[in-house]
């Protein structure tokens, strides 16, 4: 099995570069971290944001950040194990949240940030859970994971 | 049957407020349009930028701009029929466009413009037939269609 936290994967994707404007790849049925396809939905998030703490029960994520720059800091109350990924265009790749985990996500950009979620299962607030912001104790200055680097521990 | 061009459709979407940032819906498997999931990826468009023309065989799109200003142009061939729609969050909905019919889309915005297309099959580019920009006679200046208002004939 391995732990849940292993199961969060960053997949980098591919920018084709067009004069009239780049095309970036998001996710395919074939792709890794494909589940199913339930909902697609966009959450913008103003600067100097955060949006979480939010713990699914059934839903996978698979989040690309087209714009800005988000900070997505992911944790298992269980093991006490946390990451911190950051995604924007600059770094561009896929984050499959697997469920069962608390995540969060706050804005790194002076831009209005969007985040792109292709969900396995349609929203049904049943099936989530929540807590305040402040209610989880997370490090967001703590080192992030890179594209290419290995993953690091957020705390 | 009734003609491929009303096969068409602009479906309304919802956009949710919130202070950290909207939440704006793009697709939901129960969702009239889709027809399975196969690739999603975006397309950016630079500011008086256009891409097409663009016929597919086999793929629906089903297109979603959250930023921005697009304007799609979309003609049959064999009926001569063309029509308009212009998308971007100020009138946000979802365009589904069945396969068989040419499409080309032009920036209506002095920014960057972001398409999300949710396609129902990945990208294979031998379903897909291209033409010039100015090969396929088409009145980007006609009346578009508003949502909530009747369609109306481009040209």
């Keep these: 099995m391995g732990k849940l ?15 009239a404007g780049d095309v970036m790849h998001a996710m395919k049925s074939s792709s890794s971290g494909y589940t199913g396809f ?4 966009f959450s913008c998030l ?48 896929r984050l499959t949240v697997p469920p069962g985990l608390w995540m969060a996500f706050r804005s790194g950009s002076t831009e209005t940030s969007i985040v792109l979620n292709l969900a396995d ?22 080192p992030v994971w890179i594209i290419g680097s290995e993953q690091v521990l957020a705390s």
Tied chains: 1, 2.
């Design 121 to 142: 299962i349609e929203h049904d607030p049943s099936e989530a859970e929540t807590l305040a912001q402040d209610a989880m104790p997370f490090d967001w200055s703590a």
């Design 46 to 93: 103003a600067p100097g944001a955060m949006k979480g703490w939010k713990k699914h029960s059934r839903m996978t994520l698979n989040l690309v950040v087209p714009v800005g720059v988000v900070r997505f800091g992911i944790v298992d109350a269980d093991t006490q194990e946390a990451r911190l990924y950051q995604l924007g265009p600059q770094n561009y790749a």
């Design 38 to 41: 339930g909902e697609a939905y």
């Design 5 to 19: 936290i292993d199961r969060v994967v960053v997949t980098p994707l591919a920018v084709i570069p067009l004069a």
